[in-house]
């Protein structure tokens, strides 16, 4: 479990990296959530080191989910 900070920029990275998918595009953005929250697990909290995990997460993403 995270702390309120932790949980925050968590929220925030996913939001950023995710502002260009639509909401509908659940499996999408569960992808990137899910990469997101793996990394920070793993002792990965740097924003930018998040950012770049959810880039990654959403430019892999199988393609029927974008």
């Known amino acids: 479990m995270f ?7 968590l929220r925030a990275i996913l939001d950023e990296v995710c ?7 659940t ?8 990469k997101i929250l793996e990394a920070a697990t793993r002792g990965e909290v740097s924003p930018e080191g998040l950012r770049q995990v959810g880039r990654d997460a959403l430019s892999r993403a199988p393609t029927m989910w974008r």
């Open 3 to 9: 702390d309120a900070a932790t949980t925050a920029l």
């Open 19 to 25: 502002r260009n998918v639509s909401t509908g595009e």
């Open 27 to 34: 499996g999408t953005r569960t992808h990137v959530a899910t």
